[in-house]
Each structure stands twice: as structure tokens, then as C-alpha cells.
């Protein structure tokens, strides 16, 4: 299922949803109103687990857990017993490279490999979980989320074909302004879309722990201060800018771009 018809088909689903019902489910899409006020609404669009999803979902839950409770170096002793070089995987950062050893793993069968080191070296760790779900229908855990601000311009569309055309799998979160046909006003203070979207970022990072967070801004510019002010560069995530009629990832958030203030590196 590519995201183009995840996308459409979980926009499809959010007509059905309502104050008494936040969760419509379809044959291929879930959709789940996480949170709405006055000035914001916040969607989660997540792709259904079907019976070929299952595999998938187990390497993601892997990644995750991999991510969680093993550091640095950890992780380079786990790469040395199984033969792989810590340095090759060719992207900075633990949480990237521990991603890249369980793909890695995938693509050569090895992934049993990986899961028996892991258990040896944190027994105490429950290493075969359940899947993720919203409310209780099972959803494909994906290493990827695409945080869409769709506000000042309908982009929800654009951020799917995008990713379709860079091969990227993800799942959508969606913030729109609860009145669609109400533009933001500067008459008013935007605090309120700031208090949601801190709230909504809350759930979802706990969710889809270990999964990068993909940011796609249709904003104004003032209101995406805020949500950056909110954000910081603690947690990771990848900032996209459209031009030309695409998307291009032109920041990649991390403590590492926290870290560089004052220095000449660019």
C-alpha cells in the first residue's frame, strides 16, 4: 500500500469521525482523532495490519526496542559479534544506525540473529510485545511518521506523493485548523494551536517511539516558531521545505545541531 492511497483513503475515513466516535476504521486505513480544540485538530492516519504487515511490524517493534535500551556502544559490541562494521552504515547518530543494522538485518535474514544477541544481553527486557493498535485494531508499525501542518494550504497530498517518489514509508500525522474555512487571524493570540500541538507530539512520540519524525510545514511563519519553540532540537527529526513543486529535507533536527552554536560549521 503506497502512502498516496493510505493518504486518501484515511481522509475518506475522517468524514465518519465525530465527538462521540474518534476512530473510523476501513478495510486498508484506521484514522483516530487525537485531539481537537477550538483552533486545532490533530489526526493520526495509520495503514491497517494485515496478515503480510506482521513481519514488518516485528522489525520495526525490534528497532525500537534496540533503540531504547542499548547505548553507543552497546550497540558497536552487538554490530562486532555480528560481524558488521559500526562505520559503514553511512548516517550519524545511534538511534539512525541501530535503524540501518535491523534493515540490514532484514534484507540478509538475519534479523533471529540480532534478536538472540539482544535477549542475551538484556534478559530482563520483554523482547515480544504486542502490536500497536488504535483502540483495538492492529496498525502496521513503520519506522517512519510524517508530521503534516496543513494550515495555511491543503499539503497532506503533496507529502504523500513525495514520499511515494522517494520510496518512504510512513504513517501521517495530520494538524489542520478546526475550521477549514477560517484562516488564522492575527486579531488573536495562537497560543491555543501551541498547547495542542505540544500535547498531540506528546502522544504520538510515545506511540511510535523510536520512529523518525518527518516535518512537513504549511504554516505561517510565526506559528512555525512556535511549534520550533515547542519542538527544541532535543528529540530528532527531519524539517522538509517546498519548492519547485517537491519537498526537499533541508534540516535534520538533533542535540548534534544544538551543540554547534558559536562554531563555524555549517
Known amino acids: 500500500m503506497n502512502n498516496t492511497q493510505l493518504v486518501n ?22 484514522s483516530h482523532q487525537l485531539h481537537q480544540t477550538a483552533q486545532l485538530t490533530a489526526t493520526l492516519i495509520a495503514q491497517r495490519q494485515a496478515g503480510s504487515d506482521i513481519a ?61 544477541i539482544a535477549a542475551q544481553l538484556r534478559p530482563k ?33 503533496d507529502v504523500a506523493h513525495y514520499l511515494d517518489d522517494i520510496d518512504m514509508d510512513a504513517n501521517f500525522l495530520l494538524l489542520q485548523n478546526t475550521d477549514a474555512d477560517r484562516q488564522l487571524s492575527a486579531d488573536g493570540k495562537w497560543n491555543a494551536y501551541i498547547s495542542a500541538f505540544a500535547q498531540t507530539m506528546d502522544s504520538i512520540k510515545y506511540t511510535f517511539s523510536g520512529a523518525r519524525l518527518h516535518f512537513f510545514l504549511s504554516a505561517p511563519g510565526a506559528l512555525i516558531f512556535g511549534l520550533g519553540c515547542i ?16 519537498y526537499y529535507p533541508v534540516i535534520s533536527i538533533s542535540r548534534t545541531l544544538r551543540s554547534q552554536r558559536g562554531s563555524n560549521n555549517e
Request: aromatic residues 8%; charged residues 30%.
Open 9 to 30: 483513503d484515511g481522509l475518506s475515513l475522517m468524514t465518519q469521525i465525530n465527538e462521540h466516535d474518534p476512530i473510523a476504521v476501513g478495510d486498508t486505513a484506521v
Open 56 to 116: 514488518h511490524a516485528d522489525m520495526v517493534k525490534l528497532f525500537q526496542k534496540v533503540d531504547r535500551y542499548f547505548s553507543d556502544s552497546d550497540l558497536r559490541d552487538i554490530c562486532f559479534r555480528l560481524n558488521v562494521d559500526y562505520e559503514d552504515f553511512g548516517v550519524s547518530g545511534k538511534r539512525d544506525k541501530a535503524r540501518e543494522l535491523v534493515v540490514m538485518m532484514d534484507r540478509h535474514g538475519r534479523l533471529p540473529d540480532l534478536a538472540t
Open 125 to 157: 527486557v520483554n523482547w515480544k510485545d504486542s502490536s500497536q493498535q488504535i483502540g483495538v485494531t492492529d496498525i502496521t508499525a513503520k519506522l517512519n511518521v510524517a508530521v503534516v501542518v496543513d494550515i495555511s494550504r491543503p499539503t497532506v497530498r
Open 231 to 246: 519542538w527544541g532540537t532535543v528529540d530528532e527529526a527531519e524539517v522538509y521545505h517546498w519548492q519547485r513543486g517537491t
